[in-house]
């Protein structure tokens, strides 16, 4: 049976982002989830007041762990906080993981605005990581930051696709969702050629997490054994979805309703 995902990421506990949202979201799209703690992080809706990073050999027992044992039919890498750790993640997922697909999201910066990033994590990831990804998914100022790029319509989007491609990546998934407009558009981009998915702008605050909720809706996806473009389709309409019908708690960025493809007992 396939369908599980180890999620590489720091932890959040206010439930809207990190590890947490990507826990909910591979279960309620039907995978089963394991999780490596990059960090653990002191936030809210409202911002990130503090961050404790894992110990990077410890990152790396808790990926030998879950691999050794359980498994995994796809890997979600997100925030990482060094690059000690991004180096570490990079060095034991070539050792033990080289025939399983990779979801890169390269958090550094969070919803509210706050770096998630220490000093020298993007050359990491652009450097190490991007090479292992069967797809990267950056948001437009990620996009620009690892490629030098300026990010902000469809056809910069896809530039900046092809360049993460030209690092090695397999393909680029930049999203558009921090850009203007009344449609979101997100461009894959891969060696087959481009698919841009629109969807409706939706006006709310309940945004916090959305890159990772994507990031691992994607690789439940892929886990499960759809066709990557099949699997993004999948993961965007969740993820527009599960911002309509947001819960609305918080007083800033609020959470999305990851449980919204679940139906209640009973019904």
């Not at 958090?107 to 993007?122: I, K, M, R």
Request: glycine share 12%; aromatic share 2%; proline share 4%.
């Amino acid at each position: 049976m396939k369908g599980r995902v180890l999620i590489i990421a720091g932890s959040d506990p206010s439930g809207g982002a990190g590890v947490q949202a990507d826990i909910k979201t591979v279960t309620a799209l039907g995978g089963y989830a394991a999780a490596a703690i990059t960090a653990l992080t002191v936030q809210n809706t409202k911002g990130v007041t503090d961050i404790v990073p894992t110990a990077p050999e410890i990152i790396a027992a808790q990926i030998r762990a879950v691999l050794s044992d359980i498994g995994a039919d796809a890997i979600k890498i997100g925030m990482i906080g060094d690059a000690e750790a991004a180096k570490t993640i990079a060095y034991v997922l070539s050792d033990h993981a080289s025939s399983i697909p990779i979801i890169l999201d390269p958090v550094l910066v969070a919803t509210s605005g706050d770096p998630l990033a220490g000093e020298g994590v993007a050359g990491v990831i652009l450097e190490k990581l991007t090479p292992l990804a069967a797809v990267v998914t950056p948001n437009s100022e990620e996009a620009a930051a690892l490629t030098g790029l300026a990010v902000s319509d469809r056809d910069s989007m896809i530039e900046a696709g092809k360049a993460l491609i030209e690092r090695g990546a397999k393909a680029a998934l930049v999203k558009g969702g921090h850009l203007s407009g009344e449609v979101v558009e997100d461009a894959l981009v891969a060696a087959d050629g481009v698919r841009v998915f629109s969807s409706p702008r939706l006006e709310t605050t309940s945004t916090h997490g959305t890159g990772c909720t994507l990031a691992s809706a994607i690789a439940i996806g892929l886990a499960q054994g759809l066709a990557l473009q099949a699997a993004v389709k999948r993961a965007v309409a969740y993820v527009h979805l599960a911002i309509k019908t947001a819960p609305g708690f918080g007083e800033g960025a609020g959470p999305l309703n990851h449980a919204h493809s679940v139906k209640p007992f009973g019904e």
